[in-house]
């Protein structure tokens, strides 16, 4: 079992829809998980990052965590053409990341 | 633009060549980590360091091997280069390594080509 799994997607959505990507992760014990997104021919930037149950907040971009079911989602509320790229789920022990999902906003 | 940066950008290497790359960590930070990535895959971890120490190793062979300097910039040694080590590799620099809300910061990569 991969500590960190994604769906690897893609994931086509409408532009003005929520997207919402998935991840699940194997170590109970991890504390803090990040979401980052990596456009096509650049490096991971950092999005959203999350500690606490429940959910996290920030503009368009939602986090939630539930550890008791061991999984991490990120919602985009009225997805725009540019948020096209691929997101990774990363967890803090060993900084262990997922391979990604790809989203897909057609316009 | 995250003020980490990464030398050189590209690079083609034969197999059994050694190869270094350099990352210049963003102001403030004493931390840097090493992920190799291979094409549509997520980032792998490859070892990290912190204060000119090595803090955490990937699963990753010996031939792996790496520095940091007193002005915590790094360099990421490959020997004994096989084909399947090209890769996008990425540093990522963090003010510290043991918060819990270590947030990476990352360079550009240097894209390995062995051929």
């Known amino acids: 079992q991969k500590e960190v799994e994604q769906n690897s997607g893609p994931l086509s959505v409408p532009e003005g829809a929520i997207a919402s990507l998935n991840c699940t992760y194997s170590?109970?014990?991890?504390?803090?998980f990040f979401w980052y997104r990596q456009y096509s021919g650049k490096s991971p930037e950092l999005i959203m990052f999350i500690y606490s149950n429940g959910d996290k907040e920030d503009g368009r971009f939602t986090a939630q965590l539930n550890k008791a079911s061991q999984y991490v989602s990120l919602l985009i509320r009225d997805s725009q053409p540019s948020d096209s790229a691929t997101y990774l789920c990363?967890?803090?022990?060993?900084?262990?990341f997922g391979s990604g999902t790809r989203l897909q906003v057609q316009p | 633009e995250t003020g980490v940066t990464q030398s050189p950008t590209h690079l083609i290497k034969t197999r059994g060549q050694q190869v270094t790359l350099r990352c210049s960590s963003q102001?403030?930070?004493?931390?840097v980590s090493w992920y190799q990535q291979a094409l549509g895959q997520g980032p792998q971890f490859i070892f990290q360091?912190?204060?000119?120490?090595?803090?955490g190793r990937g699963n990753f062979p010996p031939r792996f091997s790496g520095l940091q300097f007193p002005n915590y910039s790094s360099e990421l040694n490959v020997n004994a280069l096989e084909l399947d080590d090209s890769a996008l590799y990425l540093c990522a620099s963090s003010l510290e390594p043991q918060g819990v809300g270590e947030k990476l910061f990352f360079g550009s990569g240097t894209q390995l080509s062995v051929l």
């Open positions: 102001s403030g930070h004493n931390t």
């Open positions: 990363a967890v803090r022990r060993a900084l262990t």
């Open positions: 170590d109970r014990g991890s504390q803090s």
């Open positions: 360091y912190y204060r000119e120490e090595e803090n």
